[in-house]
């Protein structure tokens, strides 16, 4: 397997855009996570999916913020209008339930600069 | 609310050395306790996960224990290698909901040839 697959790798945008971050979890892993890291922060977890169904997104900063999970295979994270706080890299991570429960399995991140 | 917390921010030792890595967690209600590796610029890669029922975990050169009644975590690295230099993060999952998993700042670990 490929491992998470996240798109973009980079991205620079103005404030007031539109951003969409893409994810592909490990095929037959059950839950998806977002997570945005900054040097202030550390790492916050943002919002989580369980087969496809959002369980928690309590960590979601603002309305501003909305992630998707359309199938099992693909999730969006949306940040619209973008701020220059919302600079950070943003991982997505996937994992398996059963015996393996709780094992993260992250994806390279999307760095994104709002200017 | 967990608090983790990762002391040394940063630690540089020779090649060759033995070394610890501390992790330190508020609430002793956890479900596992991960440890994982970050080099610049990419994700994070688990090394060892280990449930709250186990004592320690061991992978290779790496062993990591666990001791819930002190809140206490330790990543022991040996014979470190200068391909061992990157970020060390421990993260605590909580019992009453293990996908609740809190991060600690990590360890900056270099190691000189």
């Known amino acids: 397997d490929a491992g998470v697959i996240q798109s973009p790798r980079h991205e620079v945008t103005e404030m007031g855009q539109e951003v969409t971050l893409r994810c592909k979890p490990i095929s037959g892993h059950d839950y998806l996570f977002w997570y945005r890291q900054t040097m202030m922060r550390g790492l916050e977890l943002l919002i989580y999916?369980?087969?496809?169904?959002?369980?928690?997104d309590s960590g979601m900063p603002e309305d501003r913020f909305s992630a998707k999970m359309p199938n099992a295979s693909f999730s969006t994270l949306k940040i619209q209008p973008s701020e220059p706080r919302d600079s950070a890299v943003y991982f997505c991570a996937s994992s398996p339930s059963g015996r393996r429960t709780g094992e993260l399995f992250f994806g390279e991140g999307s760095r994104l600069t709002v200017l | 609310k967990q608090e983790v917390t990762q002391i040394p921010a940063a630690l540089s030792v020779p090649e060759g050395e033995n070394l610890v890595l501390n992790c330190s967690f508020t609430d002793s209600a956890i479900y596992n306790l991960q440890w994982f590796r970050q080099d610049p610029g990419k994700g994070l890669t688990s090394l060892l996960l280990i449930q709250s029922s186990q004592r320690e975990q061991t992978s290779g050169r790496l062993n990591a224990s666990l001791d819930k009644s002190s809140g206490r975590s330790t990543l022991y690295i040996a014979a470190s290698q200068p391909g061992d230099s990157a970020t060390y993060l421990c993260?605590?999952?909580?019992?009453?909901?293990?996908?609740?998993?809190?991060f600690g700042a990590g360890t900056r670990l270099t190691v000189k040839p």
């Open positions: 993260a605590a999952a909580s019992r009453y909901n293990n996908n609740d998993m809190r």
């Open positions: 999916f369980n087969n496809n169904v959002p369980i928690d």
